[in-house]
């Protein structure tokens, strides 16, 4: 599933990619704990937010401050970055959300689907 999302291109993430980031932050937002994992929709297909985050995780576009208040404010211990907050990247703040998608999983007892993905890919691979 993560192939059906466009690719970074030289650590650079497409304008609808971005978008789908923001929409994924928003979903994460809203997601009630009781519920799986939330989804957005890239062309016609439905995509759980941790891939989203997970295709995000190799990209050198900074962030948006918007964006930067909204994965800070989640976090359990002060920002400590390299550069300011400004200078947050799509990278840093997919990684911060991708443990946060973890966390909330682990916490509702349901499978982390970027994970068990990962495996699955892996075996084929070896075979």
């Known amino acids: 599933m993560m192939n059906a999302l466009p690719p970074l291109h030289n650590g650079h993430a497409p304008f609808t990619l ?3 980031f923001r929409e994924a932050l928003y979903a ?3 997601w009630d704990i009781e519920l799986t994992e939330p989804i957005v929709t890239h062309e016609g297909r439905v ?16 962030v948006p401050m918007n964006i930067v208040g909204a994965v ?17 990247t799509f990278s840093t703040a997919a990684r911060v959300m991708r443990v946060l998608v973890r966390k909330r999983l682990l916490a509702n ?4 689907l970027v994970a068990v993905s990962a495996h699955a ?3 084929q691979s070896r075979d």
């Open 72 to 88: 800070t404010e989640r976090l359990t211990k002060p920002w400590e970055g390299e550069g300011p907050l400004d200078q947050m």
């Open 121 to 123: 890919a892996e075996d």
């Open 109 to 112: 007892g349901t499978a982390d």
């Open 47 to 62: 995509i759980p937010i941790s891939f989203v985050f997970e295709a995000m995780r190799e990209c050198t576009d900074i």
């Open 18 to 20: 971005q978008q789908l």
């Open 28 to 30: 994460f937002e809203e």
